[in-house]
T-cell receptor
Framework: SQQGEEDPQALSIQEGENATMNCSYK?????LQWYRQNSGRGLVHLIL?????REKHSGRLRVTLDTSKKSSSLLITASRAADTASYFCATDTSGTYKYIFGTGTRLKVLA | DAGVIQSPRHEVTEMGQEVTLRCKPI?????LFWYRQTMMRGLELLIYFNNNVPIDDSGMPEDRFSAKMPNASFSTLKIQPSEPRDSAVYFC??????????????FGSGTRLTVV
């Protein structure tokens, strides 16, 4: 069963705009990660945020984590056509060593 | 480093046949994971190994599925006999620490399995 649910399922924006994707999960976590998957490819790790962190940045990416709401968001600023991909959150439930992936958000950036 | 290497990239087989998928993790990584991806069920964790030992195989769907990791540089996922509902993309991923708690996973390019 899925631990994480991404919202929205699909998002279409114009190049240069910001894209925000949300992830909600069900049980307490140690860490949360975000991954990108281009069509027909494997997943690429973007960023990891620990349960004691609230915000993290990496280039044009900004991730927030609200453990009280069991949710995280991924913001991509100044989006580019190359950002077109599916984005997944993945969580490791406290006490385990495995990551369960969410359902993903399909992002399309129009040039 | 060449990354996580999976073979074959594509596999088409007839129902009832044995299928073996292969994975070479990144050198130095001590955890390996097999995932299956379908449109209906998304990404499912099938099994993971730590230091070549299977830690959790609760995601393996049936006895028809088996996985081995005979050494730190090689793992196989076998389906015998295969069924059409096994059609999916199978990903292998490796990580430096158990469960990737400090680092992310590195995924292979996947094996697209079609069972007809």
């Amino acid at each position: 069963s899925q631990q994480g649910e991404e919202d929205p399922q699909a998002l279409s924006i114009q190049e240069g705009e910001n894209a925000t994707m949300n992830c909600s999960y069900k049980t307490s976590i140690n860490n949360l990660q975000w991954y990108r998957q281009n069509s027909g490819r494997g997943l690429v790790h973007l960023i990891l945020i620990r349960s004691n962190e609230r915000e993290k940045h990496s280039g044009r990416l900004r991730v927030t984590l609200d453990t009280s709401k069991k949710s995280s968001s991924l913001l991509i600023t100044a989006s580019r056509a190359a950002d077109t991909a599916s984005y997944f959150c993945a969580t490791d439930t406290s006490g385990t060593y495995k990551y369960i992936f969410g359902t993903g958000t399909r992002l399309k950036v129009l040039a | 480093d060449a990354g996580v290497i999976q073979s074959p990239r594509h596999e088409v087989t007839e129902m009832g046949q044995e299928v073996t998928l292969r994975c070479k993790p990144i050198s130095g990584h001590n955890s390996l994971f097999w995932y299956r991806q379908t449109m209906m069920r998304g990404l499912e964790l099938l099994i993971y190994f730590n230091n070549n030992v299977p830690i959790d195989d609760s995601g393996m769907p049936e006895d028809r599925f088996s996985a081995k990791m005979p050494n730190a540089s090689f793992s196989t996922l076998k389906i015998q006999p295969s069924e059409p509902r096994d059609s999916a993309v199978y990903f292998c991923a490796s990580s430096l620490v158990p469960g990737g708690s400090n680092y992310g996973y590195t995924f292979g390019s996947g094996t697209r399995l079609t069972v007809v």
